[in-house]
């Protein structure tokens, strides 16, 4: 019975320390989406666009999606959307990008719609990037999330001084000052402007501090004309906890910085990754 009793002790302080790397769901909330209204709203708050050379009109879909609602049952009738620009675009209509309406459809029986964009890529700005802001505003048998209503396209003219370098890498943990990681490693290029790492502040196969934690190692990052942005992700693509920040490149060394912030149940921790070009 004693044996029964420190096995069952130490698979519960284990299930503890596992833990830490998940968030809590809650369950009520989520029940009562799924039991109300359809919702729905963009799947991500930004989209990047970005091309070097005139190409011609690009027509690209902005989905829309419903989120949840009616225990995910098909709907039964189509889901008109309405939408606006917002006044705080910095692109210009006729310039950067085209819209044939500020309404869609979310066909019955599907979960999802489209906005089609048409991006003028010959009026991007090879040096400045400009962002088009639209902000659902309204849908009928649904309701529009508020989390989840505005999307901002960023249109970017000027190519990533980032590239598939080899960086030594110092991670620090701004709490304390400690050190999480002195390491080199390389940078991919995911796609046009979008890079991922191969460590997220203690965690990675070279680290000491947290080490190899399974998942994909590091966190993707975007790069518009030298400002970065860590868009909100599961850290390591495998827990729940989210994974973001921002930074910026030195136009003139390619040296990056970039701060992001770990989520955890015991408090958030929040680290800088300075990555040095070799």
Excluded: W
Excluded at 15 to 25: G, I, P, Q, T, Y
Excluded at 54 to 64: Q, S
Excluded at 118 to 146: A, E, H, R
Aim: proline fraction near 4%.
């Amino acid at each position: 019975m004693k044996n029964i009793k420190i096995i069952m002790l130490a698979l519960t302080l284990s299930a503890l320390n596992f833990s830490c790397l998940v968030d809590d769901e809650d369950d009520g909330g989520l029940q009562g989406i799924e039991n109300s209204e359809y919702l729905i709203g963009f799947p991500k708050k930004v989209h990047n666009e970005s091309y070097f050379s005139d190409e011609g009109p690009v027509v690209v879909d902005l989905p829309v999606n419903i989120l949840g609602g009616q225990a995910g049952t098909p709907t039964s009738s189509n889901i008109d959307v309405t939408f606006t620009v917002d006044p705080a675009s910095t692109a210009v209509a006729g310039n950067e990008y085209n819209l044939s309406a500020t309404s869609f459809t979310i066909p019955a029986g599907s979960n999802y719609g489209a906005i089609p964009l048409q991006i003028n890529t010959g009026g991007l700005d090879p040096d400045t990037p400009t962002k088009l802001i639209l902000n659902l505003t309204s849908s009928t048998g649904s309701t529009v999330s508020t989390l989840d209503k505005t999307l901002t396209i960023n249109f970017v003219g000027c190519q990533s001084q980032v590239d598939q370098f080899t960086y030594d890498v110092t991670t620090i943990r701004l709490s304390d000052n400690g050190t999480m990681a002195v390491d080199t490693e390389n940078i991919a290029m995911e796609s046009v402007n979008v890079f991922r790492t191969e460590s997220v502040g203690p965690y990675g196969a070279g680290n000491t501090a947290g080490g190899y934690i399974g998942g994909e190692d590091g966190y993707t990052f975007s790069d518009v004309c030298g400002a970065i942005t860590v868009d909100s992700q599961n850290l390591v693509n495998n827990y729940s906890n989210q994974v973001f920040g921002s930074g910026s490149v030195d136009p003139v060394t390619g040296d990056i910085e970039i701060t992001y912030t770990i989520t955890f149940g015991s408090g958030d921790q929040v680290y800088t990754s300075t990555y040095i070009k070799q």
